[in-house]
């Protein structure tokens, strides 16, 4: 991809997605030159990769997963800082030699600004009931996701670094909406 450059593209849901964030952090940490193919959403840029129309992207696990298990895909790397349980045998992008590249897909609960203190413990307190039990947590990783429950601080804080990170990534790569 190096000797290459603009040879080899890959395809994303969108300009700004994070799909396609990610990827450019990885052309950043990489040093390569792949060209962006926007799609609108995740299903045309997958339909498009399993065509063999763009010859990569990032997917998310749980999109992928199913693509994954019939030999349609193949994973190269996982975004995250160690394997995914999901799929032990592909490797992180630091055991590739490409350092940096540590992402994770995230998800949180909210509520409208001015909600009762109250409820707002009372929906954290079932949250994280209902993450602990085995049934739940099964759940989820089969469908490639792995439960890490925190409250509402952690999130508040993880969403700070998360919009400082992507900002600064966003100002260097110079990326803008079309």
């Known amino acids: 991809m190096q000797k ?15 799909h396609h964030l990610a990827m450019e952090l990885i052309k950043e940490r990489s040093g390569s030159f792949i060209v962006h193919v926007p799609y609108r959403g995740t299903a045309f ?19 992928a997963l199913p693509h994954f298990r019939s030999g349609k895909l193949k994973p190269l790397a996982v975004l995250s800082s160690r394997r995914v349980a999901t799929l032990p045998d592909v490797p992180t992008f630091a055991e590739l030699g490409i350092k940096d590249v540590e992402l994770s897909a995230w ?5 409208p600004k001015g909600t009762p203190e109250a409820i707002v413990q009372r929906l954290s307190s ?13 759940r ?3 469908f ?9 601080a ?9 919009t400082e990170f992507w900002h600064a990534l966003i100002k260097s790569r110079r990326i803008t909406a079309e």
Do not use: C, W
């Not at 998800?107 to 509520?111: D, K, M, R």
């Open 144 to 152: 490639g996701l792995e439960v890490a429950p925190s409250d509402g």
């Open 4 to 18: 290459n450059p603009g040879k080899f593209s890959y395809a994303s849901p969108g300009i700004g997605s994070p």
């Open 45 to 63: 840029a997958t339909q498009d990769m399993l065509a063999g129309v763009v010859p990569m992207g990032v997917l998310d696990t749980a999109a």
């Open 154 to 162: 952690a999130l508040a804080r993880h969403i700070q670094r998360e």
């Open 126 to 138: 079932e949250l994280q009931k209902a993450l602990a039990t085995p049934e739940v947590k099964a």
């Open 140 to 142: 989820l990783e089969d």
């Open 107 to 111: 998800q949180g609960l909210f509520v």
